[in-house]
């Protein structure tokens, strides 16, 4: 499994940016590794869903529509960190934000289950605010 630390989150207002990072490590983890590597995000109550994934070798990349065009998850494998840069920031993007991992390299028709992410971060609070 793939250790995952978020760190990031905080309190903003609408129209906004913030960027999160996640680290990862583990025994089977590298700069190099075949693994698929995202984010979602919670709100309480409600289900995990799912925001935008990317291939940690190459640069295929999936997003959720709700946050095309306005979050863009990015990489670098030197340093073994997963980002999400988050712009226009909508009262709707409040959530726990969560990293997660799978092994493989995956590309994407439709929006990926949670389920079949196996390693998990502890989550980032993220708060919009108007």
């Known amino acids: 499994q793939v250790q995952l630390v978020e760190s990031g989150g905080g309190l903003v207002q609408v129209g906004d940016s913030l960027r999160l990072s996640c680290a990862a490590s583990g025994r089977t983890f590298s700069n190099s590794a075949a693994y698929n590597i995202g984010w979602f995000r919670q709100v309480p109550g409600k289900e995990r869903e799912f925001v935008a994934t990317?291939?940690?070798?190459?640069?295929?990349?999936y997003y959720a529509d709700s946050v095309k065009g306005r979050f863009t998850i990015s990489k670098n494998n030197a340093e073994n960190t997963l980002y999400l840069q988050m712009a226009s920031l909508k009262l709707e993007d409040t959530a726990v934000y969560y990293c997660?991992?799978?092994?493989?390299?995956?590309?994407?028709?439709?929006?990926?289950?949670?389920?079949?992410?196996?390693?998990w971060g502890q989550g980032t609070p993220v708060t919009v605010s108007s």
């Open positions: 997660a991992a799978r092994r493989g390299l995956h590309y994407y028709a439709q929006t990926p289950r949670d389920v079949v992410f196996d390693s």
């Open positions: 990317i291939n940690w070798i190459g640069q295929s990349t």
